[in-house]
């Protein structure tokens, strides 16, 4: 079974990595390059034109991974993991709308504002909606109507309040890896790290599975998750896709992966972390999404309330591009931020798995 976890990095790796080369020349050729802002940094203004849309070639890349580490070991595809590619691909065709509107019809905003979110709450209610469907032998359904830290606590909120928290971290994630992607290679090299931990705790789900527990002699320390290795799979195909894509998107980036890519990776980010009833977890995992959002948070708050900015600029990557670091120095040590949010959250993970024990 691990096979299939080793299949999917290995290809989600290989595809991007010879794919996205393609796609550039193919976007180049189209002329669809990236809008930049005039009130931004002034060294990105020789990013205008980089081709962008990028995340095309790792949603593709996840996905082709997914069903080919499928069919090379002979499994079966689970519903988990088809609600979680499917939430991606819903997620990117929604970003995918916004990039081309962007570039193809010359309008800098992209879609309307009201017609963006209601894509995104079409998709995230579907997924929402869902996941609360397809049980198994156990009873298990994808998702729990229970809130979730490292596993399910307390009562159930039912299934109306868990759509709208859903939606909410669907939509709270997706918009943080977009605030994040403003650098080269920053939210890739970011999603890396999350997507990495995700493998790790899917493996470590499957192997402390209930169903793998005949006696149930300790049901409290072991996880109720319905298909944690298929979940692993694609958090496997999720690294891989995107460290191959980061080849090409780390600085000078080659091609920039828009509102096709973040949505998605924001997207599927929350998928794992729904289905894998890690719903609070993920907030410390993905910590530094949750710090560039809360940069603009803060920034907006307080000119809005005493005319004053808090940052020189939001989000926060560009404050210290602005304070003269350079962009590779704001790009690794945000990385290194993410990769200690990582490590704190996986801490986290496996002293609840061992306080139960």
């Known amino acids: 079974m691990m096979k299939q976890i080793l299949f999917s990095g290995v290809i989600g ?45 790792f949603i593709f890349a996840t996905v082709a991974a997914y069903f080919l580490s499928k069919i090379i070991t002979g499994y079966a595809p689970s519903y988990s993991g088809l609600l979680v590619l499917g939430l991606m691909v819903g997620m990117g065709l929604v970003g995918f709308l916004d990039d081309y509107i962007k570039i193809v019809k010359r309008r800098s905003l992209g879609l309307r504002a009201k017609a963006k979110m209601a894509g995104q709450l079409i998709v995230g209610i579907s997924f929402a909606v869902l996941a ?29 309040l868990f759509v709208v928290w859903a939606l909410f971290m669907i939509l709270a994630m997706s918009n943080g890896v977009n605030l994040t992607d403003g650098l080269d290679g920053l939210a890739t090299g970011a999603s890396v790290l999350v997507f990495g ?76 972390a729904i289905l894998s009833r890690t719903e609070l977890l993920v907030a410390i995992m993905g910590g530094l999404f949750v710090l560039i959002t809360m940069s603009v948070v803060i ?20 404050h210290f591009e602005l304070k003269g670091w350079s962009e590779v120095l704001v790009v690794v040590r945000f990385w290194i931020i993410q990769g200690i949010c990582v490590i704190v959250g996986l801490g986290l993970f496996y002293a609840g798995w061992a306080a139960d024990k």
Not at 136 to 156: C, E, Q, V, Y
Not at 223 to 237: F, G, M, Q
Not at 299 to 318: E, K, W, Y
Request: hydrophobic share 40%; with cysteine; glycine share 12%.
């Open 299 to 318: 920034q907006v708050g307080s000119f809005r309330l005493t005319g004053r900015r808090v940052f020189r600029m939001a989000p926060l990557q560009h």
């Open 197 to 272: 931990a995700y493998t790790f705790i899917g493996v470590w789900q499957f192997q402390e599975s209930c169903a793998n527990d005949q006696t149930l002699t300790n049901p409290v320390a072991c996880y109720e998750v319905r298909d944690p290795l298929d979940l692993a799979v694609i958090a496997s195909a999720l690294m891989g896709a995107c460290l191959g894509f980061l080849w090409w998107n780390t600085s000078p980036a080659k091609i920039f992966m828009g509102d096709t890519g973040s949505l998605a990776l924001g997207g599927v980010l929350t998928g794992l």
């Open 132 to 160: 609360l469907q397809f049980q198994d032998a156990r009873g298990n359904t994808p998702a729990s109507t229970k809130l979730s830290f490292i596993t399910d606590f307390g009562w159930s909120i039912g299934p109306v």
């Open 13 to 57: 790796l290989f595809l991007t990595l010879v794919g996205t080369p393609l796609l550039i020349k193919l976007l180049a050729r189209k002329g669809y390059g990236q809008y930049i802002r005039d009130d931004g940094p002034r060294e990105h203004a020789s990013k205008r034109g980089t081709p962008t849309m990028g995340g095309i070639a």
